[in-house]
């Protein structure tokens, strides 16, 4: 109602977004149907208007397509898709990095720790959501420092495909302080300018990340996880 406090709306809108990406990663809202705001609203106790914002936001993020007049579908990601887009983000993300970071100016390796200094404030809040964010906005100082736009951009996307895993791995498979820790030593290496040494640690924290997923959906799918971590290990070697 109109007697809400901005807070309120805020924390509630936050609220609904951390449910309805959970429900996502867990299967819970399914793809194989359409879902409209009012069912959701009515299924979380809620009004229509933080569970618009959170789909606009779960869009931007390629989870869901609001379709106007029919509803809401989920775009899932399978195994398949998940090792491919980690297999992706090896191959383009590792050499690009490794190559490109000895010619990293002070603005390059100034963004670099701003995004690294964000990351850290929201783990120590325990604020995952923009966690996440920092974290996305660290990848892509790393790889600004490479002039290739396309590269970034294509990297951008596989990262938005992947983001609801990497929310589910936080805090069920590892904490906020763990997911910050595996990024530290990427930046210790990235202010030195050691593109070798940061391509290493961030091939750690892509297998890392894969790795926990991989186990999840895995799990969920009733397969071995161990073929499609060993072709993501053999992806590449630095």
Do not use: C, W
């Amino acid at each position: 109602g109109s007697t809400d406090s901005g807070i309120i709306r805020t924390s509630l809108y936050e609220q609904v977004l951390r449910q309805l990406r959970q429900e996502i990663v867990d299967g819970i809202l399914s793809p194989n149907e359409h879902h409209s705001a009012i069912s959701l609203a009515q299924r979380l106790g809620v009004s229509r208007t933080p569970v618009r914002e959170a789909l606009l936001t779960l869009e931007r993020d390629g989870l869901v397509r609001i379709i106007p007049n029919t509803g809401v579908r989920i775009l899932t990601t399978g195994l398949e898709e998940l090792v491919a887009s980690f297999e992706l983000r090896l191959l383009l993300e590792i050499p690009t990095v490794a190559r490109s970071l000895h010619g990293a100016d002070d603005e390059d390796l100034d963004a670099i720790r701003a995004g690294f200094i964000r990351m850290e404030d929201a783990a120590r809040q325990g604020n995952t959501e923009e966690q996440l964010r920092a974290d996305r906005d660290f990848h892509s100082a790393l790889l600004a420092v490479h002039a290739n736009h396309r590269i970034a951009r294509v990297l951008q996307e596989e990262r938005t495909q992947v983001i609801a895993g990497g929310a589910a791995t936080v805090p069920r498979s590892r904490s906020n302080i763990e997911l910050l820790e595996e990024h530290r030593p990427i930046l210790d290496a990235a202010v030195r300018r050691d593109g070798t040494g940061a391509a290493r640690a961030l091939r750690v924290h892509i297998l890392s990340t894969a790795g926990l997923l991989i186990d999840r959906l895995a799990g969920a799918q009733g397969v071995d996880p161990e073929p499609f971590k060993r072709r993501l290990a053999e992806a590449v070697e630095i």
